[in-house]
């Protein structure tokens, strides 16, 4: 499984993606048991929801970073188990 997509997340980028794709940031955050989460992942929302979308994604520090866009969530979790 690989991504759709990728590149640098920036709101452009954002509302390029078509609803329902799932956005992974490559900007990562500790989890407990010493592993590590994307600091932002999420379902691409509606495009009149994204504006909201996209200060969360501020908020993960994930922008103007790169980033993954895979069809579903069920293929981020495959694609990140081959990791």
């Known amino acids: 499984m690989n991504p759709l997509n990728y590149g640098k997340l920036t709101k452009r980028f954002l509302m390029s993606l078509e609803t329902g794709q799932y956005l992974v940031s490559n900007v990562h955050e500790p989890v407990g048991g010493g592993g590590y989460e994307p600091s ?44």
């Not at 103007?64 to 081959?82: H, K, P, Q």
């Open 40 to 83: 932002f992942r999420e379902v691409v929302a509606p495009p009149e929801q994204r504006p909201e979308q996209w200060l969360r994604i501020k908020a993960a520090y994930a922008y103007g970073r790169n980033c993954d866009v895979l069809a579903s969530e069920d293929d981020y979790a495959a694609y990140s188990g081959r990791l």
